[in-house]
């Protein structure tokens, strides 16, 4: 049996314009739906995630009713939003969600009122350090409303009275989340998330949503070994909603990327596991270095993003993080300068290269023993040389065959080989796969990380507690 081939000539740049350009468009068309934990915005942007993927792909909604017990938490109400304005004592519009559905608290309560500007300040958020930029603010759990906007405009609003429209519902509905399923040669599964909660943000985390998205459709076209759960889910309690659902499917997590930031212009970031060395911490931190540039392996905290819920001790998921500046690292960070501009289309073709080698190398990772361990087998007279000789320089070719005779014995991986030797992944693999064609080699079995741990019953339901989150935001306001 033969490893997975994998894609040793690099994309050409003809190739990493057009993926470039084919996700810049598709951060474009997720910037406008109001989007949030729950509602109507969610749906739209699953649309147009369905409308961007081929026929072929399977993709489907999930409603989960509000009320529903997940884990610790409870399936909130669905929030939607058909408009909201404050309108100033001259009569003319101050901020309109329907010009930037940042300037709306998320989750404000439906409000009609008129008060006065010193009555109305406490519900009116900014950013005096960046007078010119739209602050992004939400109150998912604790009833309140409110508007954000620019520190300017806050400065420059007269003393009188103010008219607060905000037409919102808080209804019993559900919470929506979709799946893509791609089946592999086993049910051993590699699950991939992103969060869909984020509106008018290109970065965080339209980015992420995107490149998803060119990730199953660039898995749907070819064979896999694993099969692929690809995740469109809100921020936290989304990932706990799936959590709680899906038993069955966590015991079958092997390896798991959750994508967020990834079109900015930082160096690509990938943050460990929380078991740190996992096939798949291994294989990011192994594709980041085959690209030659700056770049950042950090280790696991419980701040950030859904991995804490993936990583949390009851599941020990080894699921990372990959993106690229982190959160509260940039001053765009949930604001409106997260725009358009703001992500480049060569950064979002450079993530998604990185996540794709990654998932080549995780899919390549094998155990394999050598048949013939005492002495040196003659290698000349199998024509080794010549059947890869084409692939790799004359060095890389010697040294990957010597160290796969020599370490494949049942216990080492094809990433243990590559490190062990200091050579490169492909060096490793080609050569356990020309190996293994002449019969020097015999597969074990996968390179893959278990759950070790057992499914989890919900616990009895316990609100979370909710605020509204203040500058500077820190990354756990994707609650």
């Known amino acids: 049996m033969s490893t997975t081939p994998l894609s040793t000539a690099p994309m050409t740049t003809a190739g990493i314009d057009a993926v470039g350009r084919r996700l810049h468009d598709l951060v474009a068309a997720l910037m406008p739906p109001m989007r949030s934990i729950t509602g109507s915005g969610v749906r739209a942007t699953l649309d147009l995630v369905r409308a961007a993927l081929p026929a072929q792909i399977p993709f489907t909604v999930h409603e989960v009713p509000s009320g529903t017990p997940v884990l610790d938490w409870t399936v909130p109400r669905e929030w939607n939003v ?158 706990i909603t799936w959590l709680a659902r899906n038993p069955a499917a966590v015991g079958r997590i092997r390896h798991g990327l959750v994508l967020t930031g990834l079109g900015d212009r930082g160096a690509p970031t990938y943050k460990r596991s929380r078991r740190g060395e996992a096939v798949v911490d291994r294989a990011a931190a192994r594709a980041l270095a085959e690209t030659g540039r700056p770049h950042r392996v950090v280790g696991f905290s419980p701040y950030g993003y859904d991995e804490r819920q993936f990583c949390s001790p009851g599941f020990d998921l080894p699921v990372g993080r990959f993106g690229r500046s982190q959160h509260g690292e940039y001053p765009e960070y949930h604001t409106s300068a997260d725009n358009l501009d703001f992500v480049t289309p060569e950064s979002l073709a450079d993530s998604f290269a990185i996540l794709n080698r990654t998932m080549e190398i995780c899919e390549a990772d094998r155990v394999w023993r050598n048949t013939s361990p005492y002495g040196e087998p003659q290698l000349g007279r199998r024509g080794l040389y010549r059947s890869i000789g084409a692939t790799m320089n004359r060095a890389s070719i010697e040294m990957g065959l010597l160290w796969v005779l020599n370490l494949a014995d049942g216990t080492r991986t094809l990433l243990d080989i590559a490190e062990r030797a200091e050579l490169p992944f492909d060096a490793v693999a080609n050569a356990a796969d020309a190996l293994a064609g002449v019969g020097l080699l015999t597969e074990d079995g996968p390179a893959v990380d278990s759950p070790d741990t057992a499914p989890i019953a919900a616990p009895a339901t316990v609100a979370p507690p909710g605020t509204i989150a203040a500058a500077p935001e820190p990354a756990v306001v994707i609650r």
């Open 82 to 239: 058909a408009g909201a304005r404050l309108v100033g004592p001259d009569g003319r519009v101050v901020v309109d969600v329907a010009d930037n559905p940042l300037h709306l608290l998320g989750y404000s309560t439906p409000v009609r009122a008129r008060m006065p500007l010193s009555e109305l300040r406490q519900h009116l958020y900014s950013m005096p350090d960046r007078p010119d930029w739209v602050p992004y603010r939400t109150s998912y759990y604790n009833d309140a409303w409110g508007f954000c906007l620019t520190d300017r405009q806050l400065a420059a609003l007269p003393d009188g009275e103010y008219q607060v429209e905000i037409d919102t519902s808080l209804t019993d509905g559900s919470l929506t989340y979709a799946e893509i399923v791609l089946p592999g040669t086993t049910d051993e599964e590699f699950l991939v998330t992103t969060h869909t909660c984020h509106p008018a943000m290109a970065n965080d985390n339209s980015s992420g949503i995107a490149v998803a998205a060119e990730l199953a459709s660039a898995l749907a076209a070819r064979e896999r070994r694993f099969t692929y759960r690809l995740l469109f889910i809100p921020g936290t309690i989304g990932s």
